[in-house]
């Protein structure tokens, strides 16, 4: 599955366009989070700052009341055991 198919099937994006834009910032904040993990820099307050990240950006395209983002929930404890 592409990113232009991911997008697609989003149930609440508005436009493809919008979709790719959040799914692009999602792609650049894991590459910054993925440095500071492999430098073993990541602390319990940026932790928290990547999933208020993640959870808003993926509320933009699968609404709030989607599986996805009651799944992620706002506990870091909770993201902390799922693998990426």
């Known amino acids: ?15 493809p366009a919008e979709g790719k834009a959040v799914i692009e910032k999602i792609e650049e904040r894991l590459q910054r989070i993925k440095q500071l993990l492999q430098e ?4 319990q307050g940026r932790l928290r700052m990547w999933i ?3 959870r808003t950006q993926l509320t933009i395209i699968y609404g709030k009341n989607s599986d996805i983002i009651k799944f992620i929930g706002s506990s870091p404890d909770r993201v902390g055991r799922i693998s990426i």
């Open 1 to 15: 599955m592409g990113l232009n198919d991911f997008i697609k099937a989003a149930p609440d994006s508005s436009t």
């Open 40 to 43: 073993k820099r990541v602390q």
């Open 52 to 54: 208020n990240f993640l």
